[in-house]
């Protein structure tokens, strides 16, 4: 058993900060010592940022973003295109996205995919709003921006045919070699992708 090496409240703080991704229980304590240590110019006002955060953030009821209005930002921009609707599977693609600022589409979170060994169905997912938001008119085109992993293809197959004869094109990302990707260095599955999604040049 592990000898506790400081109070309740830093203990608290280090096990919460070990539960974001990407802080293991070492980099937790690292990162719950330098707040500690910086803790008028860091820790005061993150724990005033957080307790704002928790009271304003908002799912939007549109799209699924998260914002402090509802509806968020991007869906109440009048200069989107309206006819277009990127399909994410979490709010982080979207932010990936927009810092990408390839289209000025709008957008729907998913909120994961399909993975029955998970437990994941359909009516986990906001599948049936994206199908509503399509049927409702004005959408051209769908475009499936889902991971390029099996739960994420099983999940775009399962879109296209809820969104068949709503009149809308459902189109996806194209899978294949990188900008600056080096044949060689590419495994079997990128290379298969990129020769079937080949275009003219």
Do not use: F
């Amino acid at each position: 058993m592990s000898k506790r090496i400081a109070g309740p409240e830093i203990e608290r703080l280090i096990q919460l900060l070990a539960k974001v991704p990407g802080l293991g229980p070492r980099s937790a304590r690292r990162a719950a010592l330098h707040l500690i240590r910086k803790k008028d110019q860091l820790l005061g006002p993150l724990a005033s940022a957080m307790a704002e955060a928790n009271e304003k953030v908002r799912v939007c009821s549109a799209c699924g973003n998260v914002d402090t209005s509802d509806p968020c930002t991007i869906c109440a921009d009048a200069r989107r295109d309206g006819a277009t609707i990127i399909v994410v599977e979490a709010v982080g693609d979207l932010w990936a996205l927009e810092r990408a600022g390839a289209m000025n589409a709008r957008y729907h979170v998913l909120g994961g995919v399909l993975s029955p060994l998970d437990g994941v169905g359909p009516d986990d997912l906001t599948i049936r709003q994206l199908v509503s938001r399509v049927a409702a008119g004005g959408v051209g085109e769908v475009i499936l921006a889902v991971n390029a992993t099996v739960e994420g293809q099983t999940t775009a197959h399962y879109i296209t045919d809820q969104l068949e004869g709503l009149g809308a094109r459902v189109t996806r990302l194209a899978h294949g070699v990188p900008v600056g990707g080096e044949l060689d260095y590419l495994d079997d599955g990128t290379l298969a992708a990129a020769l079937r999604s080949r275009t003219g040049m």
